[in-house]
């Protein structure tokens, strides 16, 4: 379980689309981890890798693309 000390805002449309087309994320994963963020308050690639969903290849490819998108 991840738990934040600050609310986290809900994951962007682009990061959605990030994560199902470019890393090829199932759209069930991607409800899980959705879902999962919510009720912990954490961050969207944080929850999906700490469930396995991403490897650390893939985490580091979401936290690239997010510093990218400024």
């Known amino acids: 379980m991840v738990v934040c000390s600050h609310p986290q805002s809900a994951a962007s449309k682009e990061l959605q689309d990030f994560l199902l ?16 963020a919510e009720l912990e ?7 999906l890798w700490s469930f396995g969903l991403l490897n650390l ?3 580091q490819q979401v936290l690239d ?3 990218s998108q400024g």
């Not at 308050?41 to 929850?47: C, D, F, G, H, S």
């Open 21 to 36: 087309g470019r890393l090829g994320l199932s759209s069930n994963a991607l409800n899980l981890g959705l879902r999962q």
């Open 41 to 47: 308050q954490a961050p969207l690639p944080i929850v």
């Open 57 to 59: 290849e893939q985490l």
């Open 65 to 67: 693309w997010q510093n």
